[in-house]
């Protein structure tokens, strides 16, 4: 069974991405920051990890770091919507949400997807991040 780790502190993201993702075939762990995703990665191998960027303690950009030094085979997807924006503020292309996912790009993630992003999006993403591993 393939393990998926999400690591968002927004509830209702943590809990979309999990019912979205979860099935037979696949076991979905959730941590609220950066530090909990690491201690479960410690406790049982992931295959997959989907963290956020801007999370409370350590970024997603650091965290990628770390994942990257102990468990360099693990595929790392990053998400970002560039912080806290009411939904009238919110503009997905905003230059703080790319220089984002340009850091976890050079910190190690395998793919980048901005937030709010379709299911259809975040499922093909997966796949093309799997692949390129075998």
């Known amino acids: 069974m393939q393990r998926i780790l999400v690591i ?14 979860a099935s037979t075939e696949v076991a979905v762990i959730g941590a609220a920051n950066a530090d909990a995703g690491l201690q479960a990665m410690r406790e049982s191998p992931v295959d997959l990890v989907i963290i956020d ?50 850091a976890c790009k050079v910190a190690g993630a395998n793919g980048t997807l901005a937030k709010p992003f379709e299911t259809a999006d975040l499922r093909s993403l997966i796949s093309q991040v799997q692949s390129a591993a075998a």
Not at 9 to 20: I, S
Not at 67 to 81: D, K, L, N, Q, T
């Open 53 to 102: 960027v801007i999370l409370p303690g350590m970024d997603g950009v650091a965290a990628i770091k770390v994942m990257r030094g102990e468990f360099p085979h693990v595929r790392i997807i990053a998400i970002s919507g560039g912080g806290n924006f009411g939904l009238n503020a919110y503009l997905p292309d905003a230059i703080s949400t790319n220089a984002y996912l340009a």
């Open 8 to 21: 968002d502190d927004e509830p209702f993201v943590l809990e979309a991405l999990t019912r979205v993702l």
